[in-house]
């Protein structure tokens, strides 16, 4: 790389953490470990990151309460989980956060850069795009911006909430197959990320609900379509 990218890792086995940084770190990246989520949100403030990898079960702070800190100060930095929890409750809770991946313990350090790359490919694509600007009802769609507004009143979305809406408004008053979403956005459509998607339509659903004449409905095993009067770009 170039340029090097830098990842926040928070990981409190001391052993395992110090493994992934230096395997990292010999892949190109540069990676600050931090042993618990308080130690990670100060390294967040004071430095630049371009993605986050966060155990979630960690001392002072979990990781979950840790992404949250993050998304409120920068919704748009991807997010990583990293877990022995296999429980379906919990990885969706992740999703809810706004997480862009969630790995369970034990991993592969190949599958870790595997997933990194992924999401740093889609991040750079996205920035590399012309602008993109949507009109969907009453509302204004800002794809580079991430920004949706009506009357006045601007609401910044996350990264998968303006992927995933940018999809929806490119197919308006079609079918957007759920496949095609998923690893479009999410690269593999298996059980968690399409729950994930299903978490972040109820969320798309919410954001646009001043307007009545938009609506996104289910489309029963294939995917969902955005109803518009207006769809331009």
């Known amino acids: 790389m170039d340029d090097k990218l830098r990842l926040l890792l928070c990981e409190d086995d001391e052993n395992l953490g110090m493994l992934l940084r230096e395997y990292l770190q010999a892949k190109g990246y540069t990676a600050e470990l931090c042993p618990d989520g308080e130690a990670g949100y100060k390294a967040f403030l004071k430095n630049k990151f371009d993605l986050c990898v966060l155990d979630v079960m960690m001392p002072k702070k979990d990781g979950f309460t840790l992404a949250q800190e993050i998304r409120a100060a920068n919704a748009e930095i991807p997010i990583i989980f990293l877990t022995a929890k296999t429980l379906k409750e919990d990885i969706l809770e992740g999703f809810k956060i706004g997480a862009d991946d969630y790995i369970t313990k034990p991993f592969s350090m190949e599958e870790l850069t595997f997933r990194i790359e992924a999401i740093l490919r889609r991040v750079r694509g996205k920035k590399n795009r012309e602008s993109s600007v949507y009109k969907i009802g009453r509302f204004v769609f800002d794809t580079q911006k991430q920004i949706l507004a009506i009357d006045g ?76 009067p207006d769809a331009e770009v």
């Open 153 to 228: 009143k601007q609401t910044k979305l996350t990264t998968k909430e303006s992927e995933l809406l940018g999809l929806l408004c490119a197919h308006a008053n079609e079918i957007l197959q759920r496949d095609f979403a998923l690893k479009t956005i999410w690269i593999d459509d298996n059980y968690f990320n399409a729950r994930s998607m299903d978490v972040y339509i109820t969320k798309l659903r919410k954001h646009l609900k001043e307007d009545s004449s938009i609506e996104i409905i289910n489309i029963h095993g294939k995917g969902y379509k955005l109803i518009t």
